[in-house]
Each structure stands twice: as structure tokens, then as C-alpha cells.
């Protein structure tokens, strides 16, 4: 069976499987909403260049997915989901504000240490890591961000279930499968994070000052090349063992609701007529009407 991944989405999830991605979000009015549309592939093979590739294309086919998550979630709402807006306009402003806090706390490092790089890198280099832990942070302890997490951990339920399974799972076996996965993109994040921030602040130190930013980059991309190359291998090791521990914070045990949307997003995804069977079970909410394809 072709490996599938996914992203949790606000109130829904998306799965991609070949590409195919599949959606089902929930409306306003609490109604399944779902639709599949063709994922960006990755324009890159080449070893450890690989990575940004599937930067480019993960990024490209999650916000095309946002944009039709919103479109689902609001189609026939009269305020245009003007309060949610205003909530993302908030986290916006929360972030733009930590933003400037890190600026202001690395300038402070920059001249206190101004004349002992030994010091000065490995600091600036923690600091630039807590703030993007801290930032997640921000997000995720929200109503909304706590919400998404389940649907993140609905997600990884519902594909653990259709691997083992071999097909696509039925809502019990959805139920009593992990959300843990060593697949997931938060290992890539957390291991790249963690490995830039110690060969930053081993290396930059004996960098001279005019080559210290470009360097800083040049890190900071190998980091990301080199953890990739790690989850591809397909071994649990230590770039896996990384993000399996955050997601003990980026995930949460889902309620039905949500592994319901899972496993329709799944459908959508492979495109399949027959699913395995299960017992029938009542729906959330009667479909109104079906959305085609946006």
C-alpha cells in the first residue's frame, strides 16, 4: 500500500497519499465537509538536495489545502468566519510581538559579549531555538491550537491503523492505534532545530565576523538536508526519537469527531470505492449538500 502522510488543519485534517490530498474539515455547523485536489510534487531527487524540494512542495500543497479547509469550513457562513479571523490576527500579533523581543535580546547578547564569540554564538543560537519553541508554544495552548492537536493526533492514529491494516481502518481500529509516528514532520523540525543549535555554537566562534551570517545559513540548510536524509532512511533513530518526544505536545488523544474527519480525509486521499467494513454507525450531521472539488 503507497505511504500516506498528512498535516492536522483548523478543525479537520488533510492525508496525501501519491498525488492525491484529501480534506474533510468541519463547517460551521458542525458538517463533514471533504474534497481532494493534486499535491505539488517534489521537483528534486538528488540526496540531501532533497529536502528542499520537499520543503517546497509540503509547503506549497499544505497552504493550497488551508485555502480549501477555509473555503469548507465557511461556504454559506454569513460573517465569512470573521471571528476566526480575528483570532489568527491575534496569534499574528502575538508572534510579531516575540519577534521583536527576540531582536531586542539577541542585540543585547551582540554587545554585552561583543568581544567573546565564545560566548556570544552558543547564546545566540539558544536564543533563536527558544523563541521558535515558544512560539509553537504560543499557538498550540490556545483553544484553537489544542484543538488542532487532537486532529493531529487523529491523523497519525488513523495512518498507523491503515499500515498495519494494509487498507483503510475502520473507526475502531482508528481508535486503539497510536498517535505517534516516527514519520510525522515534527521530527524533522524538532531534529533540525536541535542539531543547528549545537553546531551553531561550536562552529560560528571561530568564523570571522564577516562570514558569520552566511555561515549561520549555510547550518542551518545542512541541518535541515541532514535530518531529512535521516527520516528518509526509514530507521528509528535519533532524528525519530526527537520528534516522537514532541509529540507528546504536538499531539493529543482525539475524540471520535475528529477521527471521523481522519478517516474520510484518508478516503479522499486514496480514492477508494470500497473501504473495509464496519458496523453501521449513526452520522454526526446529515450533509446539507456536497461541495465539488474547489
Known amino acids: 500500500m503507497t505511504k500516506v502522510g498528512g498535516a492536522a488543519l483548523p478543525n479537520g485534517v488533510m492525508m496525501v497519499c501519491g498525488?492525491?490530498?484529501?480534506?474533510?474539515?468541519?463547517?460551521?455547523?458542525?458538517?463533514?465537509?471533504?474534497?481532494?485536489?493534486?499535491?505539488?510534487?517534489?521537483?528534486?531527487?538528488?540526496?540531501?538536495?532533497?529536502?528542499?524540494?520537499?520543503?517546497?512542495?509540503?509547503?506549497?500543497?499544505?497552504?493550497?489545502?488551508?485555502?480549501?479547509?477555509?473555503?469548507?469550513?465557511?461556504?454559506?457562513?454569513?460573517?465569512?468566519?470573521?471571528?476566526e479571523l480575528a483570532g489568527f490576527v491575534g496569534l499574528l500579533g502575538g508572534n510579531t510581538g516575540l519577534s521583536a523581543l527576540r531582536v531586542q535580546s539577541e542585540g543585547l547578547f551582540r554587545n554585552l559579549f561583543?568581544?567573546?564569540?565564545?560566548?556570544?554564538?552558543p547564546l545566540l543560537s539558544l536564543t533563536d531555538t527558544f523563541f521558535?519553541?515558544?512560539?509553537?508554544?504560543?499557538?498550540?495552548?490556545?483553544?484553537?491550537?489544542?484543538?488542532?492537536?487532537?486532529?493531529?493526533?487523529?491523523?497519525?492514529?488513523?495512518?498507523?491503523?491503515?499500515?498495519?491494516?494494509?487498507?483503510?481502518p475502520t473507526l475502531d481500529e482508528a481508535k486503539e492505534a497510536t498517535r505517534f509516528h516516527p514519520r510525522c514532520g515534527t521530527s524533522l523540525s524538532v531534529a533540525s532545530m536541535a542539531l543547528y543549535t549545537v553546531a551553531s555554537g561550536v562552529i560560528l566562534p571561530f568564523v570571522p565576523e564577516k562570514a558569520r551570517e552566511s555561515t549561520r545559513l549555510g547550518i542551518l540548510l545542512l541541518s535541515l538536508a541532514v535530518t531529512y536524509e535521516g527520516m528518509a532512511s526509514g530507521k528509528i533513530g535519533p532524528v525519530q526519537k526527537l520528534g516522537l518526544a514532541a509529540q507528546r505536545f504536538t499531539t493529543r488523544e482525539p475524540d471520535e469527531e475528529m477521527l471521523r474527519a481522519a478517516l474520510e480525509?484518508?478516503?479522499?486521499?486514496?480514492?477508494?470505492?470500497?473501504?473495509?467494513?464496519?458496523?453501521?454507525?449513526?452520522?454526526?450531521?446529515?450533509?446539507?449538500?456536497?461541495?465539488?472539488?474547489?
Not at 561583543?114 to 554564538?121: L, S, Y
Not at 483553544?143 to 486532529?151: D, E, L, N, S, V
Not at 484518508?266 to 472539488?293: C, D, F, G, S
Open 19 to 83: 498525488d492525491r490530498a484529501g480534506i474533510a474539515v468541519y463547517d460551521r455547523e458542525g458538517v463533514l465537509q471533504k474534497t481532494s485536489f493534486q499535491t505539488v510534487k517534489n521537483p528534486v531527487k538528488i540526496p540531501y538536495l532533497r529536502a528542499f524540494g520537499s520543503l517546497y512542495a509540503s509547503t506549497a500543497t499544505s497552504a493550497a489545502a488551508y485555502f480549501r479547509a477555509f473555503r469548507l469550513r465557511n461556504a454559506g457562513a454569513k460573517d465569512f468566519g470573521l471571528g
Open 114 to 121: 561583543r568581544d567573546k564569540p565564545g560566548v556570544r554564538e
Open 132 to 168: 521558535d519553541v515558544l512560539s509553537v508554544v504560543l499557538v498550540f495552548a490556545t483553544p484553537a491550537g489544542k484543538r488542532t492537536r487532537g486532529f493531529h493526533g487523529a491523523e497519525h492514529k488513523v495512518i498507523s491503523a491503515g499500515e498495519k491494516a494494509g487498507r483503510i
Open 265 to 294: 480525509a484518508y478516503r479522499e486521499a486514496l480514492k477508494e470505492e470500497e473501504t473495509a467494513p464496519e458496523k453501521p454507525e449513526r452520522p454526526i450531521a446529515a450533509p446539507r449538500r456536497r461541495l465539488e472539488a474547489i
